[in-house]
T-cell receptor, first 115, second 108 residues
Framework: DTGVSQDPRHKITKRGQNVTFRCDPISEHNRLYWYRQTLGQGPEFLTYFQNEAQLEKSRLLSDRFSAERPKGSFSTLEIQRTEQGDSAMYLC?????????????FGPGTRLTVL | GEDVEQSLFLSVREGDSSVINCTYTDSSSTYLYWYKQEPGAGLQLLTYIFSNMDMKQDQRLTVLLNKKDKHLSLRIADTQTGDSAIYFCAELIYDMRFGAGTRLTVKP
C-alpha cells in the first residue's frame, strides 16, 4: 500500500502530557497537510509544507501545536501540554503541487483522546 | 459561521438517486471538491470541479456548480448500500475548507 500512512492510529494520554504524531506521505508528493477533525465536523486545516518549508502555520490552534518536516518526506505534529479539548482525529494529507486541482490524499488519521 | 454549509442527513432507498447539496461563501474559490468518509477511514476524494465549469460527470457521479448562487451539488445515480457514508464538500481558496458533512444512509 503506497498511500498516506499515519502512526499511531490511536493515542490516549493524560492531560498535560506531550504527544507526537507521524505522517508518511505518498512518496512523490511534495506537499503535506495537517488537519484536525472533531466529531460531527469536517476537517479543519492546521498547517502545510511544501518540501521541508512550512508555508502556512497561522491556523495552528495555539502555540502548543507545532509541526516539522525536516527532510521533506515524513512529518510530525506535536501537541505540548495536552488539554481535553485537544481530543480529536488528526488527519494528514499529501498532494503533488503543480497548479491544477491540488488533489489531496488523506491518511487514516490518528485519534487522540486526552483524559 | 461556516464557510461551507451542508445539510447533515440524507436518506434514500437503494437504486434511487441521491442529491447532496452544499453552499459556499467565497467567490474566489478555484476548485470545489467532494470527499467521502466511511467509518474508521480517512477521506477519499470522489471528484472535483474547476470553478469555471458548471457540470462534471464521472460514472455514477454528477457535480453541478452554480457560481451565481455559490451552490454545489453531488448527484449519485443508482445509489447502493456501499454508498452509505459521510460526504464532505470542500472549497480551495488558499487552503482547503470543508463543510460539516452530509451523512447519507441508503436503505435496502
Amino acid at each position: 500500500d503506497t498511500g498516506v500512512s499515519q502512526d499511531p492510529r490511536h493515542k490516549i494520554t493524560k492531560r498535560g502530557q506531550n504527544v507526537t504524531f507521524r505522517c508518511d506521505p505518498i512518496s512523490e508528493h511534495n506537499r503535506l497537510y495537517w488537519y484536525r477533525q472533531t466529531l460531527g465536523q469536517g476537517p479543519e486545516f492546521l498547517t502545510y509544507f511544501q518540501n521541508e518549508a512550512q508555508l502556512e502555520k497561522s491556523r495552528l490552534l495555539s502555540d502548543r501545536f507545532s509541526a516539522e518536516r525536516p527532510k521533506g518526506s515524513f512529518s510530525t505534529l506535536e501537541i505540548q501540554r495536552t488539554e481535553q479539548g485537544d481530543s480529536a482525529m488528526y488527519l494528514c494529507a499529501s498532494s503533488l503541487a503543480a497548479g491544477g486541482p491540488n488533489e489531496q490524499f488523506f491518511g487514516p488519521g490518528t485519534r487522540l483522546t486526552v483524559l | 459561521g461556516e464557510d461551507v454549509e451542508q445539510s447533515l442527513f440524507l436518506s434514500v432507498r437503494e437504486g434511487d438517486s441521491s442529491v447532496i447539496n452544499c453552499t459556499y461563501t467565497d467567490s474566489s474559490s478555484t476548485y470545489l471538491y467532494w470527499y467521502k468518509q466511511e467509518p474508521g477511514a480517512g477521506l477519499q476524494l470522489l471528484t472535483y470541479i474547476f470553478s469555471n465549469m458548471d457540470m462534471k460527470q464521472d460514472q455514477r457521479l454528477t457535480v453541478l456548480l452554480n457560481k451565481k448562487d455559490k451552490h454545489l451539488s453531488l448527484r449519485i445515480a443508482d445509489t447502493q448500500t456501499g454508498d452509505s457514508a459521510i460526504y464532505f464538500c470542500a472549497e480551495l481558496i488558499y487552503d482547503m475548507r470543508f463543510g460539516a458533512g452530509t451523512r447519507l444512509t441508503v436503505k435496502p
